[in-house]
């Protein structure tokens, strides 16, 4: 008999972004080295300025992405900033387990979540040990992080271009 949840959890990973194109045996793979996570409410899942421990997908519920009133530093912002709310096959923590720095962000569980959590040392191991799923993962992390330096780009082309004809004094 088969278990639902994990072939949900396989379904979810697959959409993903860092884990699309990978064969469902070797999402088996990486939901063997997953630990399932249940988020209530409120329940702080990141911290701005603390070391991240490894990369979460959302499987069910948001996650909203802020920073914090109090910023690192003991500097303070005007107020908390909403930056993002992310919900099913949506990742975070990739910043981290890439270049062991502090997380840029806070992260909580805007809703009762479920996350599946990838340990960095696992991610590691996994990629280093398995070169087709380190290769389809970086691609997919490469191509997600440009993608998203691309949108930024077009934000900010919105905000500081003025709109007058070319040639104009």
Do not use: W
Not at 29 to 36: E, G, N, T
Not at 76 to 85: A, F, G, I
């Amino acid at each position: 008999m088969r278990d639902t949840r994990v072939d949900a959890y396989r379904g979810s990973l697959a959409s993903s972004v860092v884990f699309e194109h990978l064969t469902s045996q070797e999402l088996d793979l990486i939901l063997a080295c997953c630990r399932i996570v249940t988020a209530e409410p409120g329940q702080v899942l990141m911290t701005e300025g603390d070391r991240g421990d490894g990369l979460y997908v959302i499987l069910s519920g948001e996650v909203e992405f802020f920073l914090p009133e109090r910023a690192v530093g003991h500097l303070r912002r005007p107020s908390r900033m909403r930056l993002n709310v992310l919900g099913p096959g949506r990742c975070f923590g990739e910043y981290g387990v890439i270049d062991d720095r502090t997380s840029s962000a806070s992260a909580q569980a805007l809703r009762p979540a479920q996350l599946c959590f990838l340990p960095t040392a696992e991610f590691r191991r996994l990629t280093a040990e398995h070169d087709r799923i380190g290769k389809v993962i970086y691609a997919n992390l490469l191509r997600f992080l440009v993608n998203r330096l691309r949108a930024k780009d077009k934000e900010l082309d919105l905000v500081l271009f003025v709109n007058e004809p070319v040639g104009s004094p």
